[in-house]
């Protein structure tokens, strides 16, 4: 008999063992933690978007009915007077 081990039996690491090999090394380096943060600063701000921007646009929409009725009282106003230059 002899000592050496054999490879033979055993599977070599399949693609996807070496692809997430190759992230985490990825990850874990300065380069990728750059990434990661900036995706996640990117998630975050498109999620906050999604979420904030329901209410405001009920709220400029309001303000922006509120203009127009506030013009439309002022314009009848100055046809009540006869305002002219």
Known sequence: MSSEVSLEGRERPGLVRRAAAGCARAAFSQIGLVILVVIY???????FEYLESGPEVQKRSAIQRSREECLKELWAITVLLKVQK
């Open 41 to 47: 600063v990117l998630l975050g701000a498109v999620l």
